[in-house]
């Protein structure tokens, strides 16, 4: 099956979080026009089908479960979700289904048969995949991605010999529920010394005694993180695989060496603790890298900076630092900065670096609305 530009393209997803993001991307690049859009849903079948600039689909929503409808479609983008993944397409390819599936969701990333898409970093490995008839495409872990637009240039190079990468992980990783939660919860423990902070002359440990108090109080909402995550923070991030390694963990070295197509004695090692922090947006990751060879700094940096045009090296002072390097600083953009790049007391192999990066965009939606347009060949 070959595809075009004109081909109907079904999008699933599309309202959710990542959805939202796509929709404003492809309406910011100009990508609906040519292709055909059939949006359907998983709660509203039947609905009034949204407009977005660009768009002349109109018509209602179809629904999301319906195999058939599903089956003629060439190309199918879904950001709807793994539980969603692990239903239909299974189902489709039972059928014979021989479109294009382009996918957010972790469920297909480690299938034989599937790809996990960043184009900046693995354009070769998607155009072999593509010209050997691969037809499941699925973008990476957010802080998977955004490390490797950061440091890609490095790893590429083959330059890496390990990594570690603590992670600094946004409320919205979990979705728009999450992020109401955290808000939230900053709102009612304000709320809660509100009159002492009006005072300055009231004193802190008083402050600090009722805020705890409210925090382990159980009367805050914590539907979704099932702990107050508002003045505190998880280190645990997705499912427990039961070798005290949570499975957001194992998707640095996994996803990292599937995406760069590293296999046996070539692999790059890649491990760390994934925590959870109150932020709205964006992820960021404290590196710790072991080279290949003892480089100077600066042509470290010269690699990361040249490596494609989103990675920015944000020079290791302090104030570009608190300026630059931050999840206010990258939310809402595609920049990808990455800072404190300094040798560690280790070694001359051994460096560190700091990097954020918003995971909903290089994160999630980025690589799969450029997956779509190389499918169709426009990138
Ligand atoms: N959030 C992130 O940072 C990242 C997420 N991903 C992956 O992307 C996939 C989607 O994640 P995400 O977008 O965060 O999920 P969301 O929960 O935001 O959206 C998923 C679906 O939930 C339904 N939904 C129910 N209530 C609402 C509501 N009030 N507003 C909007 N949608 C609602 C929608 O389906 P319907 O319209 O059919 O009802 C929507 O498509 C997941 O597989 C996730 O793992 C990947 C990388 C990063
Ligand atoms: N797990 C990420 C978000 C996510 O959806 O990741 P994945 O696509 O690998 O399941 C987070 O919570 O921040």
Redesign the pocket.
Known sequence: MTFSRSDAVGF?????????VLMKRLEDEGDFSGITPVF?????AGGEAPTFAGVEAGGTLKD?HDLDALCELPIIVT????DY?QAVHPELRRRGWDGLWID???TLRQNDDALIVLDPVNRDVIDRGLEAGVKDFV?G??TVSCLLMGLGGLFRRGLVEWGTAMTYQ?A??????HMREVLKGFRDISGGVSTELQDPASAILEIDRKVLELQRSGDLDTAQFEVPLAGSLIPWIDSDLGNGQSREEWKADAETNKILGLEGADRVIMDGLCVRIATMRSHAQALTLKLTEDLPVEEIERIIDEDNEWATVVPNTKEATARGLTPVASSGSLQIPVGRIRKLAMGPEYISAFTVGD??LW??AEPVRRMLKIATGTL
Do not use: D, E, K, P
């Open positions: 699933v997803g599309w309202r959710g979080m990542v959805g939202s359907f849903s998983t709660s509203n999301a950001t709807q979700g793994g993944t957010a969701a972790s973008g872990n957010c946004a919205s990783g979990g979705g728009a529920r995971q909903l994160g999630a």
